[in-house]
């Protein structure tokens, strides 16, 4: 079997972690986004959140096959401590632990940090449908995050309704 690795993301690695997201982007619920960012746009999210948070890659076999960020939960002095926390893993190698691991080296550098807070916003169905899963959910919760939050159908895409779940986590 072969080794997961986690590292820093570079700049170079825009185009692949794009390529991950845009399938999120352009088939599902899990991104809110309704287009794909360019590539300049992506490589310029990127820049933004290294300037202050962690965002790394996974591979295996040198391919990158899912990343993790976190940003800002609010700009006010007192969110200092939270943070907003983002994970993508290629359609195609979920369930092989990239997501657990991205999640944990993420975890130890916030800490580091001083950071107390973890916040990570899920688009959430009762009854799953094409679009979405709950999935992302049930991932959070089995990283040790609780429900903090449920609006209901508070973002629309693909003409349906969709509901938006906040966890939290306290490290």
Not at 23 to 47: A, D, G, Q, W
Not at 129 to 137: G, M, R, V
């Amino acid at each position: 079997m072969s080794e997961l690795k986690i590292r820093d993301v570079q700049i170079e690695d825009a185009e692949r972690l794009l390529e991950i997201y845009s399938h999120y982007v352009l088939n599902t619920v899990v991104s809110f986004e309704y287009n794909v960012p360019t590539l300049k746009e992506f490589k310029e999210r990127i820049r933004n959140t290294k300037k202050k948070y962690p965002y790394l890659v996974c591979e295996k076999d040198g391919k990158i096959i899912g990343y993790v960020y976190a940003s800002a939960y609010s700009s006010r002095e007192s969110y200092s401590w939270t943070v907003s926390t983002s994970i993508y893993v290629d359609k195609d190698y979920r369930r092989q632990g990239a997501g657990t691991l991205l999640y944990r080296e993420l975890e130890a550098r916030l800490k580091e940090m001083g950071i107390i807070n973890l916040l990570a916003g899920t688009a959430f169905i009762e009854t799953e449908d094409e679009y979405l899963t709950q999935d992302s959910p049930k991932f959070h919760l089995k990283q040790g995050y609780r429900e903090a939050a449920h609006m209901i159908g508070i973002g629309k895409k693909f003409d349906r309704w969709y509901d938006l779940k906040w966890f939290q986590k306290k490290i």
